[in-house]
């Protein structure tokens, strides 16, 4: 069949679909066009990467984004730092870096910007990290052989055809230390990495911040202004039910490029308020559906409860979390709104995200000092009814459902395992029972966790070379 032909298969399905829930049939391929332009944008002026790289690695490869691939047009102007894109010479679509908070994507004209103080552009930290240092300046080789042979086969392609699993970075700390770590070449120990829905877990961190500070709880109605109203049917969602992803509000996440994930980050500069105005579709908690826009209005609570902008967000997130963690090459990337894009786009290193598993290896505690509240970590990892690989509250789990006995569920993990997970195999692996947190992350376009189990692999293979 024609390439052509194909095209118009794969668009016109979903599209007739997409018609009949009320979206545009054309969302695909705007999405396309941002999706390229703000990628390329925050990978090329966050994490120092070339731009053809990120775009043959990152973009070419994606299903159904890769069948337009010779359409598509994009030119980076590193004067004003800025990414356009065009697809079929159409669709255009521009992502601006902005000094601090990333790029975003600019609809019709730029928002109103307000450049951040001196002091956090600078990145001085508040305080000494109270997080014992994990490795020092030089990258990290284990002298054991079955160590390497398993960073080896994690890094490993097929023999013959095009790479499949492009791992760029693992990172492996035992006890507290950086045992061995590798990266993939233009990669280093200081690049920062797209999370994807990594972020999940870093707003899960921060609403427990908030929560050991007695400002927020997850148990009572989320403060939402939207739904004060105590007649309104979405009053009673709590934040224990937008972490947990069954608030039943309509906001179901499919992966498709019609859903409404898709149009939040795409077409809306406020992510939380498109969110919010979704309504209900089942009685609240009766409905598990993974939902990236249920952490968009997530982000929203944490930034009205420390300021409600941009810059109060991230000084909070810096004094709070990451300053103490030692996490110095951190990016939170924001809407037009100044929300954190905290269902999928922060950026850290392969290192500083070890960093951030090690604090859910130890309850919440580093050096010391308590960060998140006294049983966060247990909460926020006990799998919720009916999700999809035991998923609990901002991590996801080898633990089977509540209610049901404990042990491996199809992942293949350790008992006791759980991790942040985000597309395109962004993994930090945190086994309890082992001391470790194992960090893997690329551009593997394969369903989550790798139907391959590679992941799983890579973690016994670590253990087994411990042993």
């Known amino acids: 069949m024609h390439r052509s032909a194909l095209i118009q298969l794969a668009v016109a399905v979903p599209a007739i679909a997409c018609l009949l829930g009320g979206c545009s049939p054309l969302q695909p391929v705007l999405a396309a066009s941002s999706y390229t332009s703000h990628t390329i944008c925050s990978e090329t002026f966050i994490s120092g990467l070339t731009p ?3 775009y043959a690695e990152t973009i070419a490869t994606t299903p159904v984004y890769g069948l337009i691939d010779w359409l598509v047009r994009y030119h980076v102007d590193p004067i004003k730092r800025e990414v356009s894109t065009t697809v079929a010479g159409g669709f255009f679509s521009r992502a601006v870096y902005r000094d601090g908070l990333g790029c975003i994507l600019v609809h019709q004209t730029a928002p109103p910007e307000a450049p951040l103080p001196e002091d956090l552009l600078a990145g001085a930290p508040s305080a000494p990290p109270s997080l014992p240092d994990i490795a020092g300046s030089a990258k ?3 002298a054991k052989a079955a160590l390497e042979a398993a960073i080896d086969r994690a890094f490993a392609e097929p023999p013959h055809g095009p790479p499949q699993r492009l791992t760029k970075s693992v990172v492996v700390v035992h006890d507290g230390r950086v045992i061995t770590e590798r990266y993939a070449p233009g990669y280093d120990i200081d690049t920062p990495q797209l999370s994807f ?7 899960n961190a921060l609403i427990g911040i908030l929560v050991r500070d007695g400002r927020l709880a997850v148990d009572q109605p989320a403060p939402v202004p939207a739904w004060r109203d105590p007649h309104d049917p979405r009053h009673g969602i709590t934040i224990d039910n937008l972490l947990r992803h069954n608030s039943g509000l309509a906001l179901e996440e499919t992966g498709s490029p019609f859903d409404v994930t898709t149009r939040m980050l795409t077409f809306e500069n406020d992510t939380a308020a498109y969110a919010e105005a979704a309504p209900l579709i089942a009685p609240i908690g009766s409905r598990w559906h993974y939902s990236s826009p249920g952490y968009a209005i997530l982000s929203r609570i944490v930034r009205d409860a420390v300021g409600g902008n941009a810059e109060a967000a991230l000084r909070f997130a810096r004094r709070e979390l990451f300053d103490p963690l030692g996490m110095r ?8 709104a100044g929300t954190p894009l905290g269902s999928s786009f922060f950026y850290a290193s392969a290192r500083d995200w070890a960093r951030l598993g090690m604090l859910y290896l130890d309850d919440g505690v580093v050096g010391g000092r308590r960060i998140l509240p006294e049983g966060w970590v247990r909460y926020s990892s006990r799998s919720t009814p009916g999700a999809f690989y035991g998923y609990a509250a901002g991590v996801w789990t080898s633990l089977a459902p509540t209610g049901a006995a404990e042990g491996p ?3 293949g993990l350790p008992p006791g395992t759980f991790f942040a997970n985000g597309r395109l195999g962004q993994f930090i692996l945190v086994v309890p029972s082992e001391r470790l947190v194992v960090v893997r992350l690329g551009v593997t376009q394969a369903p989550d966790l790798g139907d391959d189990g ?3 692999r890579l973690v016994a293979d670590v253990i087994a070379a411990l042993h």
């Open 454 to 456: 590679s992941i799983p």
């Open 52 to 54: 053809a790289q990120v």
């Open 197 to 203: 829905s990594m972020a999940k877990t870093v707003i």
């Open 140 to 142: 990290v080789t284990s």
């Open 409 to 411: 569920v199809g992942t």
């Open 329 to 336: 090459s951190v990016t939170l990337e924001f809407d037009a």
